[in-house]
């Protein structure tokens, strides 16, 4: 069974950084295409960033571009999301996510999340 699980996440001040690490288990792991979505309490879903898990190509949603940064490490199946210049509506439970199509959709798998509070 494949499991994802976040880790990082925490209260930092506007302006700060943070970085979420999210590591995949599972002998059946496999995957295309990994990346992040945030959930912010009252709001639906949204997507953030996808990377992918062959190549080299990335994309960020609007509000985050030049401020996150999505990398990956295939040995350690590890997916990580470097957050600087943190912003009070960044403020939410942040979702690791795979697929095996390149566009991470369809999801095949979700982590439980982490939360990440922007906060003075």
């Known amino acids: 069974q494949v499991q994802l699980v976040e880790s990082g996440g925490g209260l930092v001040q506007p302006g700060g950084p943070l970085r979420l690490a999210c590591t995949a288990s599972?002998?059946?792991?496999?995957?295309?295409?990994m990346g992040w979505f945030r959930q912010a309490p009252g709001k639906e879903r949204e997507f953030v960033a996808v990377?992918?898990?062959?190549?080299?190509?990335?994309y960020y949603e609007d509000s985050v571009k030049g401020r996150f940064t999505i990398s990956k490490d295939v040995a350690k199946n590890t997916v990580y999301l470097q957050m600087d210049a943190l912003r009070p509506e960044d403020t939410a439970r942040y979702l690791c996510?795979?697929?095996?199509?390149?566009?991470?959709?369809?999801?095949?798998?979700w982590g439980q999340g982490t939360q990440v509070t922007v906060s003075s």
């Open positions: 599972g002998r059946a792991f496999s995957a295309n295409s």
């Open positions: 990377i992918s898990w062959s190549g080299s190509s990335t």
């Open positions: 996510a795979s697929s095996s199509s390149r566009s991470l959709h369809p999801i095949d798998h």
